[in-house]
């Protein structure tokens, strides 16, 4: 691409001198942006992943601010025109190597132009024909995008209201229950009333007519009062039928159910055994044979204290 000369074309340029990456580096990045329109160049610059792209981004701002500033253009109306990065000095390090060699390494500069010009009418004009028969897409409105959607899903929704709605006219079933609401609202105060006089009229009808069985309700409460209060002598019965019984509330066992019962290991225990004394109770039986029936086994050291008793 020839040089592009700014006596003659309006545009303007901005410099970066030294800057501490190698021209094969930059230029591989100044390559995408080349005969591009200032606002493609700089979506390009963003998702570069090069890290020449932040430095040449700065220099392509600079220059677009130069045009705008210096020149007067319209930065809409801008492309970059010419962008090339030549060699810089090479700084020079020394790296210590094997056998007291040495190794240099090059840390290169370059220097980074880049130029933006305005487009020619002919360019300008065709682009304002391409943009202008290009295909908008037209966002419907959103109450039609609603009611589309609630008839795809299958709801309820009249036609008139839906063909309403999509061509943009209003709505009139939200002004019909603003109104409805509105006239609910001042007659709520007068139903409310009504109602609450019908309650009280009746109040006195229902008090009386269930009296009788607000009676029988404090007697069973009064009954299950006292009942709670004698509960510490008299024992609950069992879950495991009449010949179980729960522990009393201190965990002593009830009159007549003296055999423990652990529901962990399913285990029962009869006076004088080995671990009665120190085995926890859930249950109580009246007899052996009631915890056998309810699933109990005996525990294995059980025969041997039968014999050491006998």
Request: aromatic share 4%.
């Amino acid at each position: 691409m020839s040089a592009v000369d700014l006596n003659e074309v309006a545009g303007a340029r901005a410099t970066h001198r030294f800057a501490r990456l190698s021209a094969s580096k930059a230029r591989a990045v100044l390559n995408l942006i080349r005969d591009e329109d200032i606002d493609r160049a700089a979506e390009i610059l963003q998702f570069c992943d090069r890290g020449a792209a932040e430095v040449i981004s700065k220099v392509l701002n600079s220059a677009v601010a130069n045009a705008e500033n210096n020149e007067g253009l319209d930065t809409d109306e801008l492309f970059v025109a010419e962008c090339y990065a030549d060699e810089g000095p090479t700084l020079k390090r020394w790296r210590p190597r094997a056998r007291g060699r040495a190794t240099r390494i090059n840390k290169r500069t370059c220097h980074i132009t880049v130029v933006v010009a305005r487009m020619s009418d002919e360019e300008l004009a065709i682009r304002e024909l391409s943009e202008s028969t290009a295909p908008t897409r037209t966002t419907p409105d959103r109450r039609a995008r609603v009611a589309a959607s609630r008839k795809a899903a299958g709801e309820d929704v009249e036609e008139e209201i839906l063909e309403a709605e999509i061509e943009g006219e209003p709505d009139t079933t939200e002004e019909d229950s603003a109104s409805e609401s509105a006239e609910s609202a001042s007659s709520g105060g007068e139903d409310t009333a009504t109602e609450s006089t019908v309650s009280a009229s009746s109040g006195g009808d229902n008090t009386a007519g269930s009296g009788g069985d607000d009676t029988a309700e404090a007697n069973s409460a009064s009954e299950s009062a006292e009942s709670a209060e004698s509960g510490g002598d008299e024992a609950a019965p069992g879950p495991y039928g009449a010949h179980s019984a729960l522990p009393l509330e201190d965990g002593s066992a009830p009159e007549g159910f003296d055999i423990k019962g652990n529901a962990d290991s399913m285990k029962y225990h009869v006076p004088g055994s080995r671990y009665y004394k120190v085995t926890k109770a859930e249950v109580y039986f009246d007899s052996e044979q009631a915890a056998v029936e309810a699933g109990f086994t005996a525990p294995g050291g059980a025969k041997g204290d039968e014999n050491e008793e006998a």
